[in-house]
């Protein structure tokens, strides 16, 4: 176990190298924004932890003019937030420290779970490598311009959720514990009932679409498994052997609900949440996208399924229906269904090694057969992290900051009164509210309440030609204090009310122009 934490951890390092390249990379022009993959949720992280920072307990939408009352969500970066402050760590580098320890966490457990389920150290170790670096066969498809999950949806390969965001490790890593903890026990003592209790409630706060996913294949696996022994046994449920099973379930149960009962009335009473949840769609992408993401351990995994592999034994059913239930899932009708491939991967590799193992090849084949899968899983990664080093290599704003811009960012954060209202583009809409106590008209696609109207509302204001009309009035109206003009509102025009208003900040192509109370 020592050598697989190890591994994990230096694996986990790994994935900081990218980022520290990116850091010096940039300067002296730039300033990395910190993020090398979806930038734009990144900065609405940075936003969360800074409300935290400023001793909330209570998340308010940063993202929109009316951000209505404070809400219990979003709990974990909000304590992020405080974490930084007590801790003394500026955000961005404590949000990549805990990247860093849920990526080791995530590992150190699937590695438990693989130990638990393959019958031999070669089987455990190559596995356990593709887990580690692997992906599916995405880049394959490039050049016919698929582009298939395992490039871009971070929670269906475990490389992309070490690599690109905080959260997802450590739910990720939750996820598997209670999965273990399902598998190695067999009596519920009230120590496993609390540890039932205490991850699926940590779970449920910092990612409760995988706690549905729980739910539903534990408990197909329950019944099954429940079945089975009342059939050999024929004793009722709660005299044999899956009654410590079935309590811990509950325990888990027990532990989410209060989570999912109070998410539910947010989004149904909180006017804002509400109108948030209902932009806050991720579909899954066709059916083919997943199957060449997952690529080789998909092919093989389905193959052991067909075959009828996996029936003989109370975990390879635990598998078989995870895998099952899970791609069933993410066709639901239900708005975050490519949010429920979280986990999903490592049942397949596990399932795969399996059926290896099952068809008996010969130690020669085996051999071969166990490098060529792995080699096949990894360019995938290897691509994201070559185009995230690309746009930093070329600047590209969506990941490079212009180093007057950050210090723009710094002077509202530092002069500018807090909570009010400022006009500015899209990109600097998003980036804001992470570096200052600031809201805007917009800056991400879900959390900016009526998001589309909210978009072309600031493109107009920019663009003399539709909002001459209006002009300044409109923004005193609405209680815009500040204007930020950068490159990028230049792009969208030069308007003539612009003329009238103070030039309180200037840096390079950023100003900075105060709105007076009429």
Not at 17 to 39: H, S
Not at 235 to 249: P, S, T, V
Not at 377 to 391: D, Q, R
Request: proline share 5%; hydrophobic share 55%.
């Amino acid at each position: 176990m020592f050598k697989a934490v190890a591994v994990s951890t230096l694996v986990s390092l790994l994935t900081l190298v990218p980022y520290g390249l990116a850091a010096i990379q940039v300067k002296p022009d730039g300033v990395f924004g910190g993020f090398l993959v979806n930038p734009v949720d990144g900065f609405s992280y940075l936003a969360k932890m800074r409300q935290g920072y400023e001793g909330q307990w209570l998340f308010r939408l940063p993202y929109t003019v009316e951000p209505g009352e404070g809400t219990f969500i979003f709990i974990y970066f909000l304590f992020l937030g405080h974490l930084s402050r007590w801790m003394g760590i500026p955000s961005i580098y404590l949000y990549h420290l805990v990247r860093f320890l849920g990526s080791v966490f995530m590992y150190s457990t699937a590695f438990i779970l693989v130990a638990k389920l393959l019958r031999t150290k070669i089987l455990r170790w190559w596995a356990y490598g593709i887990l580690l670096v692997g992906g599916g066969f995405g880049w394959i498809g490039l050049p016919f311009g698929l582009l298939a999950s395992d490039l871009w949806i971070v929670e269906s390969i475990p490389f992309l959720t070490a690599y690109a965001n905080a959260h997802f490790p450590l739910a990720a890593a939750l996820f598997l514990a209670l999965v273990l903890i399902m598998l190695l026990k067999n009596r519920a003592s009230y120590l496993d009932m609390s540890a039932a209790i205490l991850l699926s409630t940590l779970l449920a706060a910092i990612q409760p679409f995988s706690m549905v996913t729980l739910f539903v294949f534990l408990f197909l696996w329950l019944v099954w498994e429940t079945w089975i022994e009342a059939k050999e046994r024929e004793g009722f449920l709660w005299k044999n052997a899956m009654r410590g099973k079935w309590l811990l379930y509950l325990a888990m149960m027990a532990g989410a609900l209060p989570w999912f009962i109070y998410d539910y009335w947010v989004t149904v009473h909180h006017p804002q949440i509400a109108a948030w949840n209902a932009q806050n769609v991720t579909p899954s992408p066709p059916i083919f996208n997943y199957i060449l993401g997952f690529g080789g351990i998909f092919i093989l995994a389905i193959f052991g399924i067909v075959k009828g592999q996996f029936r003989t034994k109370r975990e390879e059913r635990l598998l078989l229906v995870w895998v099952i239930a899970q791609a069933l899932l993410l066709y639901a009708p239900f708005d975050l269904q490519r949010r429920l491939s979280l986990g999903l991967y490592f049942a397949l590799v596990i399932l795969a090694i399996i059926t290896l193992d099952k068809i008996k090849l010969n130690p020669r084949k085996l051999h071969l057969v166990l490098p060529v899968l792995l080699i096949l899983s990894i360019p995938s990664n290897l691509v994201v992290i070559g185009s995230g080093i690309a746009g930093v290599i070329k600047k590209d704003p969506f990941v490079v900051l212009d180093k007057n811009e950050m210090k723009a960012y710094q002077w509202l954060s530092s002069n500018a009164d807090q909570d009010e209202i400022i006009l500015a583009g899209p990109s600097a809409g998003n980036r804001i509210p992470a570096f200052a106590n600031l809201r805007v008209f917009y800056g991400h696609p879900f959390e900016t309440v009526n998001a589309e109207e909210q978009r072309i509302f600031v493109e107009e204001a920019f663009s003399a030609e539709n909002f001459h009309d209006r002009s300044i009035e409109e923004l005193q109206r609405i209680g815009v204090s500040y204007v930020f003009y950068g490159p990028e509102e230049r792009a969208l025009g030069r308007p003539e009310w612009l003329e009238i208003l103070e030039v309180i900040y200037v840096s390079g192509e950023y100003s900075i122009y105060e709105i007076s109370t009429p």
